[in-house]
Structure formats: structure tokens, C-alpha cells
């Protein structure tokens, strides 16, 4: 994922201010893409052991038959796989695994403001909360439909990932990003989602409200993850006068 603010230089050494008559001035001038509303995300590679430490945790989760179903509060269309609520005290591997969420979404956070003279005074200091976790257990043809999440940030972890979710063949089982505006090609309004294929231990933290979307996969295997929703308060001054 890139920023939005990325620029390539281009020069423009002769514009035709008419075609009509070869005899018409010429006029020399340079000239500069730029990109309109940035949007931020962070990709945060988990260490393998880490990872495996997790899936020894959410194998056993899944498994108790005292697991809280999570699924009411998603948009997840699941109908063989599961979404379980994972609490935020359930041991000190999972209290660890948050200290680095909220680690994350700090550094996020911080550089998201900087896009904004006014986002760098009212970001300059905040409170932040993990407000739920769950964990997404997902078989063949499960998905989840473009969507938005509550809070500031949210995020997700791969834990599993079946072989099949792979480069060839995209976009089965990978996750979408939506751009502000839908795909309209005859209006000039191309790429307006980023497509992401989870690899096991990779983690992405996004604004919340950045609509997103998971595709089915064909096959046998799980992809597992675990999401998350995390509010931050800002504590700054919007102006600074």
C-alpha cells in the first residue's frame, strides 16, 4: 500500500496551443502529477513463532464449547467456517498481542496526522482502546461483502491461509480495499481498489471507515485471521492560534 501523496515529475517541453497552423506559438512549461486524497494503511510482517502461538490459542477457542458467537455484529457471510469472539484478557499472549496493535496504530496514527497541518496539532497527543477482537474462521465460499467497520482504526492478522489463495489466482481469497468512488471507466475513475493477498503473519492496519471486502475461495483449507477494532481519542488542538 502507498501514500497518496507520491509524485512523478514529468516535463512537458512543447505544448500546441493550436493544431490547426504549424505557425502557431509554442509554449515551454513543466508540469506534475499529483494524487488527491491520501489514504495510509501500515503492513506489519509477525514473527512465524508468534504467529504459530496464536493458532495454538484460537485452535482452542474455537473448540470450547463456551465460545461466544460473534457473527450478529459482522458482515461476514460465513456457512462453514466460524467468527468467535476472542477476549481481550483471555491470557498474557493475548494481552502482548494487543501492546502491539496498539503500537502500531500509534506509529499510524502519527503519520496519518502529518498529512495535515491542523491533523498534527489535534494528533499531536491521544488516548486510544481496543475495542474487540474475534477471530474469523473461513472454508470454501465464505466471505465477507464490502463493509466498514466503527472506531478509528481497524486491522487484521493471518493466521492460516489455504495454498490455493495464491498470485494465479486472483482475486479468489484475497482482500479488496474500495476507493473513495466506484470503478467507472467511461468517467476516467480506474483503480479505485487496491487488491491485497494475505500471506500467513502479514497484519494491515486501515482507517475504519475504508470500505473492504474478502473474496470466496474454492478448495479445501481455512483462512484464519483475527480482526480487530481500535478507537483513539485526539487530545490536541484542531487550530493553533
Request: aromatic share 10%; net charge positive; hydrophobic share 35%.
Amino acid at each position: 500500500m502507498q501514500s497518496g501523496n507520491s509524485q512523478e515529475k514529468i516535463n512537458l517541453t512543447r505544448i500546441h496551443m493550436a493544431k490547426k497552423e504549424k505557425t502557431e506559438p509554442q509554449l515551454k512549461c513543466k508540469a506534475q502529477w499529483f494524487k488527491l486524497f491520501p489514504e495510509l494503511g501500515l503492513k506489519v510482517e509477525i514473527p512465524k513463532a508468534f504467529i504459530e502461538e496464536l493458532i495454538k490459542i484460537t485452535d482452542k477457542i474455537l473448540k470450547d464449547p463456551d465460545k461466544i458467537d460473534h457473527s450478529t455484529n459482522l458482515a461476514g457471510q460465513i456457512s462453514k467456517g466460524q467468527q468467535i469472539s476472542l477476549p481481550l484478557n483471555y491470557n498474557k499472549k493475548i494481552v502482548e498481542f494487543q501492546n502491539i496493535i496498539k503500537n502500531c496504530s500509534a506509529q499510524l496514527i502519527r503519520e496519518t496526522a502529518k498529512a495535515d497541518s491542523n491533523g498534527i496539532n489535534l494528533w499531536n497527543d491521544f488516548d486510544m482502546d481496543l475495542s474487540n477482537m474475534w477471530i474469523v474462521d473461513q472454508k470454501e465460499h465464505d466471505y465477507n461483502p464490502l463493509h466498514t467497520h466503527g472506531g478509528t482504526l481497524s486491522g487484521i492478522l493471518y493466521l492460516k491461509v489455504p495454498e490455493q489463495i495464491n498470485e494465479k489466482n486472483e482475486p479468489h481469497g484475497w482482500l479488496s480495499f474500495g476507493g473513495p468512488w466506484q470503478y467507472r471507466p467511461e468517467n476516467l475513475s480506474f483503480k479505485m481498489n487496491e487488491l491485497i493477498l494475505p500471506k500467513e503473519g502479514d497484519m494491515y492496519f486501515f482507517r475504519a471507515q475504508l470500505p473492504h471486502q474478502v473474496y470466496p475461495f474454492k478448495g479445501e483449507g481455512e483462512r484464519r485471521s483475527i480482526s480487530f477494532n481500535l478507537k483513539a481519542n485526539p487530545k490536541g488542538k484542531f487550530f493553533d492560534y
